[in-house]
């Protein structure tokens, strides 16, 4: 019952286009039908992409739920049965073990990764569905998954909020607002520079479905809509999931689409892009349809050639048609990769055990697609020599089911390893606090082992109601049938004021949440009846892996860096970073830089010195210290953050309706805390990319007195947790 890209994306596409204001009875127009004669790579035109430290090519990919860690421990994790990548990336870079995600969901991570903003900066701060507030307090569904510039989606095609989805907040220390402001495009520093971008199955770059987006990118009564009324599963092949955002004046995108960014900074006139298969495959494979690795024409389930869909978007099929973009003229592809985990085959039986057959082989095809886009790149002469290689996951996955059988499996061949339960422990909240607690207060939930609760009505914080629901879901416990223990329903719990230091809380008042908990690893906090007369507590089947929750196993992750201007070699266990901190990395190695301030920093520590600028190395010890602290302070995962929310649980389990004196004095101390932290990363911040990007040098007295105050603040968030 967890969700991820692909279950929110596909589960959406036909009934979105309710959303899109269908038109009945309108005959789709023909599309070019691609052939299936074999392909040839095409020669690279003359090079129009200007990026420094001599790259010429610049593939990210983004894994859906690839781990490092074990699920079981005689069974190596999903890196470790990944060896061609792993080596590669080892060899010619820096594999980074001491990352984190930022919360809670797929969405949440790819668009801070994309962007460098915490969640509070680019509102995706719940996903891969939310709940929001009309004005009357009614709660509705939105979606995070949409193209870029898509006003909120709400799958009803009723929106009662129209503020952008991804809604920019330029500074944290003013959210919520009334402000909406669509966030600033990844791809712009690129374009700009003269660089062609491929978006392969990445978040919200694409056209995630055929309803809005369709209207959004081509117009209400296009063709392209006309397609999507008449046959879904066609346009979906045609128009989702590919594209190519140009370069001003690109060849490749002269029958394209207008790349509309109406609030980009420095403006975004004159610039255009490609949408879905039917207008990419005629520009990057003229001879016919774009192959996976595997020599397979790349289609989806009905045999259109094109977007195979969210679900199937597997290295063989993904890298295969990011492979052809970099040999026609798209030097910067970023590419999604759907999970290993889930079953692939035609027999679609839902998430597979650690160690099971299936699972095996579908790593060992994995890693065989990785060799084979490895060598295809080679003989094109795109190698770490000349390209800069990111590869990251979006969050953790923790294994929830029985024990297997033999107890001793490996996953080998001959040790395969079995499974009488694969599920995760769903829990009734509002059975459980009716039964437990006789609170039946109505709220929505987002579904989830960090799950979020919008109580009916939207009451403040301190309203009576509210804070006897955070108190009764405090002390709520229930047995764990997968393991015989007793879990707690939140064993961290934050309202708004410690939302707002977790980075949940953006420029849109109406998707805050009132109360998010933290529940166990096993756990899936879900809706329900306010009952029990079905149980409260059961395992299902099919959906078994939990993510998005503040335990190691899901906020854990890696990331890696390969290419010009990579030093480190190996893997690296000791620099601690998180998403946001990708995108400046990547932009310092590449010569470019972002309109606006980004929240991470530049990982000096994997850098060779002379691919940073002359202020980041005269005052290396210095931007070492400051980026390190600066996590610290501000990191979802950091240090702060972890403090202030024990104080947090700490407040909304106290009191009483008689007196609530220590939940007061708490959160205003979190309150404060949050001011002190948001003045003091900003100016460090500012130091940070300053040196980075601005080529200013370091204030060295300022930095001292900066590290001083960052020590101040931890002690005191630490005193307060205590």
């Keep these: 019952m ?27 127009p023909a599309t070019a039908e691609a052939t299936n004669s074999p392909q040839t790579p095409h020669p690279q035109p003359a090079d129009a992409c200007h990026l420094a430290n001599d790259v010429k090519h610049v593939v990210q990919i983004q894994f859906d739920n690839v781990d490092r860690l074990r699920n079981q421990p005689n069974v190596p994790s999903d890196l470790e049965q990944l060896p061609t990548l792993r080596n590669f990336l080892t060899s010619n ?40 507030y009309d004005q009357a307090g009614a709660t509705h569904t939105g979606l995070s998954f949409s193209y870029w510039t898509d006003k909120l989606v709400d799958p009803s095609g009723h ?32 374009t700009r520079a003269g660089c062609n971008v491929g978006e392969v199955g990445m978040s919200n770059t694409v056209l995630e479905n055929t309803g809005l987006d369709i209207t959004t990118v081509f117009g209400a009564g296009s063709p392209q809509q006309a397609e999507a009324t008449a046959n879904p599963t066609k346009a979906a092949a045609d128009y989702v999931g590919f594209a190519v955002h140009c370069a001003s004046g690109a060849s490749l995108c002269t029958n394209g689409q207008t790349d509309a960014l109406p609030d980009e900074p420095g403006g975004y006139a004159g610039y255009k892009a490609l949408f879905g298969n039917a207008q990419i495959q005629p520009a990057i494979s003229p001879a016919g349809s774009v192959q996976a690795l595997d020599g397979s024409v790349i289609t989806d389930a009905a045999g259109n050639p094109g977007f195979p869909g969210f679900d199937s978007e597997t290295p063989t099929n993904s890298l295969g048609y990011a492979a052809q973009m970099l040999e026609n003229g798209v030097p910067v592809t970023n590419i999604y990769v759907s999970d290993a985990h889930t079953d692939h085959t035609a027999a ?52 929830s089911g029985s024990q297997p059988t033999p107890a001793s499996c490996t996953g080998a061949v001959g040790n395969y390893c ?40 939207n009451p403040s914080r301190t309203d009576a109601s509210v804070r006897q629901l955070g108190r009764d879901i405090s002390s709520l416990s229930f047995t764990n049938p997968l393991t015989g223990g007793t879990d707690k329903v939140a064993n961290q719990l934050a309202d708004p004021v410690e939302e707002k230091i977790l980075h949940f809380v953006s420029s849109d008042p109406a998707r805050t949440p009132t109360l998010t908990a933290f529940s166990g690893e096993d756990d899936f906090i879900t809706s329900g009846a306010p009952n029990c007369s079905k149980a409260c507590v059961f395992t299902s089947s099919r959906f078994a ?73 005269a005052h290396h010890e210095t931007v070492l210290k400051l980026g390190q602290v600066y996590k610290q302070i501000l990191a979802t995962n950091g240090e702060f953050a972890a403090a202030t929310l024990t104080a947090s649980t700490k407040a909304l389990a106290s009191g009483s309706a008689a007196d609530d004196s220590a939940y007061t004095r708490i959160e205003n101390g979190l309150d404060r805390l949050d001011a002190q932290r948001n003045q003091l990363a900003d100016a460090i911040r500012s130091q940070l990319l300053g040196a980075a990007f601005g080529h200013t040098a370091i204030n060295e007295r300022a930095a001292d007195g900066q590290l001083a105050a960052a020590d101040r603040l931890l002690q005191s968030a630490h005193q307060l947790g205590s």
Excluded: C
């Excluded at 390969?562 to 601690?576: C, E, F, I, L, Y």
């Design 159 to 190: 929106p009662a909020d129209t503020n952008y989805n991804v809604q920019y907040a330029a500074d944290r220390q003013n959210v919520p607002n009334t402000t909406d402001v669509n966030a600033p495009a990844p791809w712009v520093p690129y």
């Design 348 to 399: 679609n039986t839902g998430d597979l055990g650690p160690g099971e057959q299936t699972y095996e082989q579908q790593l060992q095809a994995y890693d065989k697609a990785f060799g084979q886009f490895f060598a295809r790149l080679a003989k094109d002469g795109i190698n770490a020599s000349n390209t800069e290689f990111v590869v990251t996951t979006d969050e953790g996955d923790h294994f």
């Design 93 to 132: 870079g820096v594999i980074l073990t001491n990352t984190h995600d930022v919360l809670s969901h797929t969405a949440t991570n790819f668009v801070a990764n994309q962007t460098g903003l915490y969640p509070d900066r680019n509102a995706i701060t719940q996903s891969n569905s939310f709940s929001y």
């Design 545 to 617: 892996y939990n993510h998005g929750g503040l335990l190691p196993d899901m906020q854990d992750i890696w990331a890696a860096y390969a290419g010009p201007g990579v030093k480190a070699r190996g893997v690296d266990n000791t620099t601690w970073t998180d998403q946001v901190d990708a995108r400046p990395t990547l932009l310092a190695l590449t010569g470019l830089h972002d309109d606006y301030p980004v929240d991470g920093r530049v990982l000096v520590e994997i850098a060779s010195a002379d691919a940073l600028t002359s202020a980041l190395r």
């Design 418 to 457: 079995s499974y009488a339960t694969k599920s995760e422990v769903n829990v009734n909240l509002p059975g459980l606090l009716a039964t437990q607690k006789a609170d039946t207060t109505s709220f929505a939930i987002h579904s989830d082992p960090a799950p979020a609760i919008w109580v009916t009505g």
């Design 2 to 28: 967890g969700t991820n890209l692909k279950r929110a994306t596909s589960a959406f596409v036909v009934g979105l286009l309710a959303v899109a204001g269908a038109l009945a009875g309108v005959t789709a």
